[in-house]
């Protein structure tokens, strides 16, 4: 159980910060860049679910709120998995650690969304309603807290959960679909026009 009785601890003054096995390093260090980007994905979704408690009831939008704050719970053992790297003979089930069932339910949910949306005939731009639009900028935070990621493995491989990766892989594309659903499942979606400004 988690208890904070104290906000502020003074000891990362120095740039120097503790990951959750007590280990001190830099605040840059790609581990700690890894949850913060998490961190900052889980605040963009907090947006997402704010907006889609603001939609009418009976909207497609409205019926996301739901599944958006489950998410959330996710994004923080996302965050949990990733401050702890993975010891050497580290015994299953002895922290927390990402699994590929919480893997498995996002693409269960791309599934179920994306059934029944039209094909689409151009690249979409980030917009449409206003919780669509949250829901982009939400995206493309997961997009750079996978590529953070990506670069974390490259370099800790061992002691990095690789089911991290696939699961923000997916959280993004299943927050494609989602923006999708809350354009009145595609039809407010705003298509790319190539060259839409171009005078030659």
């Known amino acids: ?10 000891t990362g003054d120095s740039g120097i910060t503790g990951l959750g096995n007590g280990a001190r390093v830099s605040k840059t260090d790609p581990r700690v860049e ?6 900052e ?9 704010a907006a889609a408690q603001a939609e009418i009831a009976g909207s497609p939008g409205a019926t996301l709120g739901e599944l ?10 996302v965050g949990a998995d990733l401050c702890c790297p993975i010891e050497p003979g580290e015994a299953p089930h002895s922290r927390l650690r990402v699994s590929s069932a919480q ?19 151009s690249f979409v731009l980030p917009g449409g309603s206003g919780l669509a639009a949250h829901l982009h900028l939400a995206r493309t935070v997961v997009r750079r807290a996978e590529r953070r990621v990506v670069a974390l493995l490259s370099s800790e491989t061992a002691r990095t959960n690789a089911e991290v990766l696939r699961y923000l892989n997916r959280l993004s594309d299943l927050l494609f ?7 009145g499942g595609g039809a407010g979606d705003v298509l790319w026009i190539p060259g839409a400004n171009r005078t030659k």
């Open 177 to 183: 679909v989602l923006s999708r659903v809350a354009n």
């Open 34 to 39: 890894s949850y913060g980007e998490v961190d």
């Open 41 to 49: 994905a889980n605040a963009a979704l907090g947006l997402c679910v």
């Open 1 to 10: 159980m988690v208890k904070l009785n104290r906000i502020y601890t003074k």
């Open 103 to 121: 893997t498995l339910r996002l693409e269960r949910e791309i599934d179920r969304w994306n059934h029944d949306l039209p094909p689409l005939t």
């Open 68 to 77: 958006l704050a489950s998410i959330r719970h996710d994004l923080f053992d």
